[in-house]
């Protein structure tokens, strides 16, 4: 039981003396008889907050930057009405900063053996499990001299799954595909090493892909048709190593990674292959195989909604062994790593052969635009010395690709925002011309 702003205000007046008892709550020591009467009715007529019912429902998940919205019930069993102030305690990254207190704090009016519902709004901003804390209740007598206060756990949890803002490059892509597939009438028919069908030859296609012996037999020249291979399969690798925990901008390097991934497994579901996910440090973080085109997708965006970049140097060789374990047959495997010159060349590079003897290997890396900026700087001695800095680090970081690609790996190197485009697009580059 609490002394409230109020009573202490009329103690203050009336010159009462205040203290605390042994019980461990505050009261009034010495009062005169009218004021006592009223703290002992206001406590008394206060409902009781122990007994109160509380239950959850709302979202379990929500995207990154989405709002999640909880519904707290609050049944009142007691016959005095509930007359509260009730906090919601989520962790500090559920709210956009400065929006705790207001999203967090409700006032709350419930008649005796009813109930009523709230809804708090959360807005995260970091991905993973947001777990609440627990569910504080003041209740307040008529008067609003005393309250009563206690705790309620009440658990739930709602998963932020990652963004997929490289969605929007979907469409455009998909067309791409549509292409390959010879379902769009365009002059680049005739790529892919299945063969299709026969039809009429139009100006602009490829005089080798003309079957002489099909116009033999028609007053037209007649040429293959071809399409990519589907059923193929794609393991995408996820360093969760501390270079993965570099920001560039406002996110850290794996965001960047996982948003491309997440482009690339749309694109090749849709394509007809098979997509499997292993993120890796020195352990296994985190595993999908098996999905089906249709659960694909939501099953990799559960599986990174917890992952976190970790600050140990990957173990190149168990990355690899495990990269072949997860695919016994040929597939493409697409590395999502740093190009940085020491961790390629102390670790990845020793153990490549065993990769690309068996599989075509992709390795798809997160290039700071900042860099750039600074390469392209000028006008006084410190923007110049920033410039050979960053010319610097670009050579070394070219250099580290040429070396990957003298081994047969495919390299794509672009900025947060032109990775998962770069790397769709190099996909169906391979797609295109028979080498998955």
């Known amino acids: 039981m609490a002394l409230t702003g109020r009573t202490a205000l009329l103690a203050a007046l009336g010159s009462l003396p205040v203290g605390i008892w042994d019980a461990g709550w505050t009261g009034i020591l010495a009062v005169n008889a009218p004021l006592a009467l009223a703290c002992a009715c206001d406590f008394a007529l206060a409902a009781p907050v122990r007994r109160l019912g509380l239950t959850r429902s709302g979202d379990t998940s929500a995207r990154l930057g989405d709002p999640a919205d909880i519904t707290l019930t609050v049944t009142n069993p007691s016959r ?3 007359r509260a102030h009730l906090r919601d305690a989520w962790p500090p990254s559920s709210w956009q900063p400065g929006t705790e207190t207001e999203a967090s704090r409700h006032h709350l009016t419930v008649p005796p053996g009813e109930r009523r519902r709230i809804t708090t709004r ?4 970091r991905r993973g499990d947001h777990r609440t804390d627990r569910v504080t209740i003041r209740s ?5 001299l005393f309250s009563r206060q206690g705790t309620h756990k009440v658990p739930w949890t709602v998963r932020v799954l990652p963004p997929f803002t490289s969605r929007k490059h979907l469409p455009s892509k998909l ?19 299945e063969f299709d069908s026969l039809r009429e030859y139009v100006p602009g296609d490829d005089t080798r892909s003309i079957d002489w012996r099909a116009t033999a037999r028609h007053s037209s020249v007649a040429v293959r048709t ?8 794609i393991l995408l690798v996820l360093d969760t190593g501390r270079t993965s925990a570099g920001r560039v901008g406002d996110a850290p390097r794996l965001d960047a990674s996982m948003d491309a991934a997440l482009l690339l497994a749309a694109l090749a579901s849709r394509a007809g292959d098979r997509v499997d996910l292993l993120a890796y440090d020195r352990r296994i973080r985190a595993l999908v195989q098996g999905r089906t085109a ?5 099953s990799l965006v559960n599986a990174m909604a917890t992952l976190e970049p970790e600050l140990v140097e990957t173990d190149a060789r168990g990355l690899t062994a495990t990269a072949l374990r997860t695919a016994p047959r040929r597939s493409l495997i697409v590395l999502m790593t740093t190009l940085d010159a020491a961790p390629v060349e102390e670790g990845l590079l020793p ?13 798809a890396s997160v290039a700071d635009p900042y860099i750039a900026r600074m390469a392209a700087s000028r006008g006084n001695a410190d923007a110049v010395y920033e410039a050979a800095a960053a010319a610097q680090a670009q050579t070394e970081r070219h250099r580290t690709a040429d070396q990957l690609r003298r081994h047969g790996v495919t390299v794509v190197d672009a900025t947060p925002d032109q990775l998962a485009p770069a790397l769709a697009d190099a996909y169906l580059a391979l797609k295109a011309a028979g080498r998955l």
């Not at 067309?175 to 090493?193: H, N, P």
Request: net charge positive.
């Open 122 to 125: 959360l807005r995260p901003t």
């Open 351 to 363: 153990v490549l052969p065993q990769l690309t003897q068996r599989h075509t290997v992709l390795v």
């Open 175 to 193: 067309a791409r595909l549509r292409e390959l597939d010879g379902r769009t009438s365009v002059l680049t028919r005739g790529e892919g090493t």
């Open 294 to 298: 249709r659960d694909v997708l939501p």
């Open 226 to 233: 071809w399409r990519p291979e589907r059923d193929r399969h």
């Open 140 to 144: 307040y007598g008529p008067l609003g």
């Open 80 to 82: 005095r009405p509930l």
